[in-house]
């Protein structure tokens, strides 16, 4: 699976949006980008994703370049309940459904 | 039920000790999976199962044993653990393993361990 990098903080104002960049500039044409966030002491959340087009549901909005090298996820309007470590992870689609987390974004929402 | 429970939720044992984490989900999937987290550190794959066989073993030590006694239910059972262990273990369900667009995997809470 393609390695992600991502970086390990950022800070957002309460009720802007958030922008948490990935790249995985190692990934091939099957294989996913998807978006996990783990709140403090929880499981690990499912939040989006995408193959080449951009997605957005109810949680966030991902964009992924044309070249699908780095992906961004969206928070359109940060509450202080986003505060978490954001997992960017890349998996093959027939690899047996196997997660290589990477080492995340700490996203601190401030009031 | 979009729930994966664990049990129990805190866990402190010896290293003679003998205990088991108990997994449950109820939402017909066919693949379960045994995450490890160190502290300030992301997940890591120990187990997969799929149709109650194992499918994925990552080099995990044998004093972890893990079991799938039905779709719904995933144990792993733990002996002669190490301080090193100590960690976070979650479990984790999905619909199947094989050529699936999407196949989100769900996460139960997890289960503290503490190795004396």
């Known amino acids: 699976d393609a390695k992600t990098t991502q970086p390990p903080s950022m800070d957002c104002a309460e009720g802007r949006a958030a922008n948490l960049p990935c790249n995985h500039s190692?990934?091939?044409?099957?294989?996913?980008v998807y978006w996990y966030r783990q709140i403090h002491s929880q499981g690990p959340q499912y939040i989006i994703h995408?193959?080449?087009n951009n997605e957005t549901n109810e949680m966030a909005s991902l964009i992924i370049t044309e070249d699908r090298k780095s992906s961004t996820l969206i928070l359109p309007h940060a509450t202080l309940r986003d505060t978490a470590v954001y997992y960017c992870i890349v998996r093959v689609s027939y690899n047996f459904n196997k997660f290589y987390f990477g080492s995340g974004t700490k996203l601190n929402v401030k009031p | 039920d979009t729930e994966v429970t664990q049990t129990p939720k805190h866990l402190v044992m010896g290293m003679t000790n003998k205990k088991s984490l108990k997994c449950e989900q109820h939402?017909?999937?066919?693949?379960m999976y045994w995450y490890k987290q160190k502290a300030k550190k992301p997940p890591e794959l120990m187990f997969v199962y799929s149709y109650e066989k194992l499918s994925i073993n990552e080099s995990v030590p044998s004093r972890f044993s893990p079991e799938c006694p039905n779709s719904s239910l995933l144990n792993l059972h733990l002996h002669a653990l190490q301080p090193e262990d100590s960690a976070l273990y979650l479990c984790?369900?999905?619909?199947?393993?094989?050529?699936?667009?999407?196949?989100?995997?769900?996460f139960g809470p997890g289960t503290r361990l503490t190795v004396l």
């Open positions: 995408g193959l080449k």
């Open positions: 190692t990934i091939s044409g099957n294989e996913y």
């Open positions: 939402m017909g999937h066919r693949a």
């Open positions: 984790a369900s999905s619909q199947g393993l094989l050529a699936a667009i999407y196949n989100e995997q769900f």
